[in-house]
């Protein structure tokens, strides 16, 4: 079988490395006989509590700014309800300011039959664009040319000025339009100066805070970290102190005695027992030379019985080899019987062999043969 390597998403292998890691640090927690407590970890409640607050001052933190964020839109938005109703207002009075000045009622042909004005102002209409349903002036009626001619000069004038009037009112709309938009783009421009400066300040408070946790976190550890080299070096140094004035390395004699009562000696210690006195030194060599002497009765002792065992050794090998001999002679003439056995049966085999070429094979004479020549053999 061929071993396929499958791609593995980095983002799961960052995690079984983070949470391998959250474990070996568990396991390491948990068997560390140093740091492992019984009953409540008072160190680790409190920097629950340390890490809560932490928590909940940036969630007001976070809060407070959400709420200022708000508070700006709100602004904005009944800013622009009001600019919008500012729009609206000027739009409907230039509206008005057009019907009342370009779509009068008086100005009208009907006039006279609408509004029923008595005497009121037609303006004249050129006889060529007048049609034969909507005649007006008659031939041989050419009266009051003069009159009408200055009517129409003082209408033209009018106009004029109307029109004047009306390009100075539209300028200073435009010009107020856009006064208005420069300033709703300066408003704008200032609300996102605004809505940055407090996303930096925002984004500021956050790494401040972070920066702080971090270093809070940076000095606990350190502190821990220091606290569990002191208490590292305090129980050293009481090893070795304890090491040094202990009955073993001091060799105090008084620790290997001890002392049992009933006017029995006192019983010795041997995982304490560091020398003797010169009384249990002389007891030693005295009970030395008695043992030597013994073992040198026990050597010449030993040698007399050496002796007198190799002697009968030496008998047993005469014995051994003249049983040897002996031996050897019975298996010389058993082999020798043996051989003549063997010639006998193959001269017994060659016989039969020459039977068997003499005669035509057959299942029961040859059968018969057999056993007489097995009858005879035995």
């Keep these: 079988m061929y071993k396929v390597d499958v791609p593995v ?6 995690g079984l490395v983070r949470r391998r890691s959250a ?5 390491a927690r948990i068997f560390d006989t140093r740091q492992r407590v019984m009953g409540i970890d008072l160190d680790a409640l409190n920097q629950q509590v340390k890490e809560k607050k932490h928590q909940q001052s940036m969630e007001l933190q ?5 709420d200022k964020l708000r508070m700006y839109h709100d602004e904005a938005l009944l800013q622009q309800d009001i600019d919008e109703r500012e729009k609206r207002a000027v739009l409907h009075n230039d509206l008005t300011q057009h019907w009342a000045t370009r779509q009068r009622v008086e100005d009208s042909r009907d006039a006279d039959l609408k509004c029923d004005l008595k005497g009121a102002y037609h303006i004249p209409i050129p006889a060529e664009e007048l049609g ?9 009626e050419n009266i009051r040319v003069e009159e009408r001619r200055r009517e129409q000069m003082k209408k033209t004038e009018r106009d004029l000025r109307t029109q004047k009037e009306d390009n100075e009112r539209r300028h200073m709309r435009d010009k107020h339009i856009e006064t208005v938009m420069c300033k709703e783009l300066e408003h704008q421009d200032f609300r996102g100066v605004q809505l940055h400066a407090l996303e930096e300040e925002f984004k500021k408070a956050s790494r401040i805070a972070l920066d702080n946790y971090n270093e809070a976190l940076a000095v606990e550890r350190t502190e821990k970290l220091n606290e569990q080299r ?11 102190r304890h090491t040094l004035t202990c009955d073993m390395m001091t060799e105090r004699a008084e620790a290997a005695e001890l002392n049992v009562g009933g006017g029995r000696p006192p019983r010795v210690l ?4 560091k020398g003797m006195n010169p009384e249990q030194i002389n007891t030693i060599h005295k009970e030395r030379e008695e043992q030597r002497l013994q073992r040198q009765r026990q050597r010449d002792a030993d040698k007399v019985q050496d002796a007198a065992w190799d002697l009968h050794q030496l008998k047993l090998s005469r014995q051994a080899e003249e049983q040897e001999r002996r031996e050897a002679e019975l298996r010389r003439e058993k082999k020798i019987q043996t051989d003549r056995y063997n010639m006998h049966l193959a001269r017994e085999q060659q016989a039969y062999r020459e039977y068997l070429n003499k005669k035509v094979y057959t299942n029961k004479p040859t059968k018969d043969y057999f056993y007489q020549f097995n009858t005879s053999s035995r």
């Design 9 to 14: 998403d980095p983002a799961i292998e960052k």
């Design 23 to 27: 474990e070996t640090a568990r396991k």
């Design 62 to 66: 976070r809060d407070k700014a959400f």
């Design 132 to 140: 034969p349903a909507s005649m007006h002036i008659f031939q041989e």
């Design 230 to 240: 002191r208490r590292e070096d305090r129980e050293n140094f009481e090893e070795k």
């Design 270 to 273: 041997v995982d304490k027992w």
